[in-house]
């Protein structure tokens, strides 16, 4: 069946570190793998897409990874702040139409 | 451009009630998708809209769900005979057509159902 992990649930780095937080999927063949970004009861916020034939994106301070032989994304936040610490999904887009999420991860920044 | 708008935002109904959930996408974008999302978990797709053709339901709608978006512009959910696993944050999104289709969301409508 159709998986997609993100991974572990939490993850708490120093300020002014890297984090990299990575997706996994199986049996898919997304067209998009696309990354967003959910504070506390709201919704979700886009981030960044990347495609299948791309390598990697970046956008400032975030850099996406796209690995579509190890079906895997790493997303890399640089020189990390207290205000990015959020839950970031994972989310697949096999057919353009809807989006599959993985569970997330919560990064927590601390100064 | 006043992003997408949820309403309401918290809605507490007793068991067996019927709820309806309103969403107002970004104006100039065809496609409307609504989520579901659990404590924990990511949001799980429930339908999608291209203008006012509803053209995907997921198996988790089930036939106490239905939406509708009138002439392509707002949409609602409405869920009959609400029942307590129905609680969960009711998310709407919208994206322009054509693609690469990244999606805009609400702040969502947290249903509560005792």
């Known amino acids: 069946s159709q998986k997609i992990e993100q991974n572990s649930e939490a993850l708490n780095i120093q300020e002014g570190k890297t984090a990299t937080l990575t997706c996994n999927y199986t049996?898919?063949?997304?067209?998009?793998l696309q990354w967003y970004r959910q504070d506390p009861g709201r919704g979700p916020v886009f981030l960044l897409l990347?495609?299948?034939?791309?390598k990697e994106k970046r956008k400032e301070r975030l850099k996406v990874t796209f690995d579509t032989t190890l079906k895997q994304s790493l997303f890399h936040i640089t020189a990390s702040q207290p205000a990015d610490s959020a839950t970031y999904l994972c989310?697949?887009?096999?057919?353009?139409?809807?989006?599959?999420f993985g569970s997330g991860t919560q990064l927590t920044v601390l100064p | 451009d006043t992003g997408v708008s949820q309403d309401p935002r918290h809605k507490i109904t007793k068991r067996g009630q019927n709820v309806t959930f309103r969403c107002d996408p970004i104006?100039?974008?065809?496609?409307l998708y609504w989520y579901r999302q659990t404590l924990g978990q990511g949001p799980e797709f429930l339908t999608y809209?291209?203008?006012?053709?509803?053209?995907?339901k997921s198996r988790l709608l089930s036939d106490r769900f239905s939406a509708e978006r009138p002439k392509g512009s707002f949409s609602t959910l409405e869920i009959q005979r609400t029942e307590q696993g129905d609680s969960a944050m009711y998310l709407c999104?919208?994206?322009?057509?054509?693609?690469?289709?990244?999606?805009?969301f609400g702040p969502g409508t947290r249903l509560t159902v005792t």
């Open positions: 999104a919208s994206s322009p057509d054509p693609g690469p289709y990244e999606q805009y």
């Open positions: 049996n898919y063949s997304p067209a998009y």
């Open positions: 990347i495609r299948e034939n791309e």
């Open positions: 989310a697949l887009d096999p057919r353009a139409r809807q989006l599959t």
């Open positions: 104006s100039e974008h065809n496609r």
């Open positions: 809209f291209q203008n006012e053709a509803q053209l995907e």
